[in-house]
């Protein structure tokens, strides 16, 4: 048992680390990102946050891997077209929330600057396995054709909405998501993941 | 006159110097990046750099304005699927050489880390400007629909192409740049960027 943390108290106190870690990541970065920052922020004191996490690198994983896992629900609304634009959607809001933020500019790291393991990253294919399913349900359904590689499929949807936030530094909406999840639709139907 | 640098000799001082600044921030990324490094590489003294550059961020913006701006030319092949595959191909060829590889590294960088000014971004821009008449000479010849909108076109065309290197890091190869190709040229057709 953890003599510091009442019982049933174990979630609450890992929610509120993990939350205030992606905090601190928005606010200050990489770089500035301490385990004491962290723990003020949540409440806790730093040895409850050391005993869960080794070092600030394991901390900085679990909360990435977390938010990335859990802030973009894979929607199954019976319509290819209206998955991809749901699942754009979420991931414009994803975006443009302090997580999503944080995330972004923490795991797409400067040469030769501190840059966090490069563990962080699976979170992103993990996100983009995660959306596989809504492929062959809409093959199921006779939407797309049989054959329709999944993953070029989502990552045809979600690149252009990145690419703007990432090179040309521009804003996404909803209307970026909207053309997104049009042309990923067109090229599927189209036969070009096949 | 610039009296260190013999006459005739300015613009090559200047190609040499832009070069071994693409190499250093390949090798060093920016924040390591020094101009007496950037001197020795390019074999003349740090005060013949200061001469053309106040400092090392004025160095290193001008270094990849140039890399971006003349590492990819923009085909004119008489078919716009021949220019759009063409086009894909160099991004592809750039982001795989020393030079791409540098100025992706040091233009996405992490935040709170040592980063580059962010004029440096306006290149990429520049770059997705001058592909721009590759869209208008297409409605030209009747592929594509009139009011299509180049710049839309040309950033689907490109964005799977980054987002590949940037998010999941995945190889780009010429299947990538042919992959692309088909998607922005299917959604032209179909009117989506109209």
Same mark, same amino acid.
């Given at each position: 048992m953890n003599p510091a943390v009442p019982p049933g108290r174990g979630p609450k106190v890992r929610a509120a680390v993990l939350a205030a870690? @992606?905090?601190?990541?928005?606010?200050?970065?990489?770089?500035?990102?301490?385990?004491?920052n962290v723990a003020h922020r949540a409440g806790v004191h730093k040895t409850t946050v050391y005993r869960r996490w080794p070092d600030r690198d394991a901390l900085i994983v679990d909360a990435l891997d977390d938010s990335v896992a859990t802030e973009l629900p894979i929607p199954d609304t019976g319509s290819l077209d209206e998955d991809l634009r749901t699942l754009a959607r979420?991931? =414009?809001?994803?975006?443009?929330?302090?997580?999503?933020?944080? =995330?972004?500019? =923490?795991m797409v790291p400067a040469a030769g600057s501190a840059s966090p393991p490069d563990t962080t990253r699976h979170a992103f294919r993990d996100r983009i396995r995660q959306a596989l399913p809504i492929v062959p349900r809409?093959?199921?359904?006779?939407?797309?054709?049989?054959?329709?590689?999944a993953a070029?499929? @989502?990552?045809?949807?979600?690149?252009? @909405?990145?690419?703007?936030?990432? @090179?040309p530094r521009e804003p996404v909406t909803d209307t970026t998501a909207a053309?997104?999840?049009a042309v990923a639709l067109t090229a599927a139907r189209a036969g070009l993941f096949g």
């Open positions: 870690a @992606i905090h601190e990541l928005s606010e200050r970065g990489y770089a500035a990102f301490t385990v004491e979420s991931l =414009v809001a994803w975006i443009n929330s302090p997580s999503g933020r944080a =995330v972004l500019a =923490v809409a093959i199921a359904r006779g939407e797309i054709p049989a054959g329709t590689d070029e499929m @989502i990552k045809t949807l979600v690149a252009p @909405i990145y690419f703007r936030v990432l @090179i053309a997104a999840a």
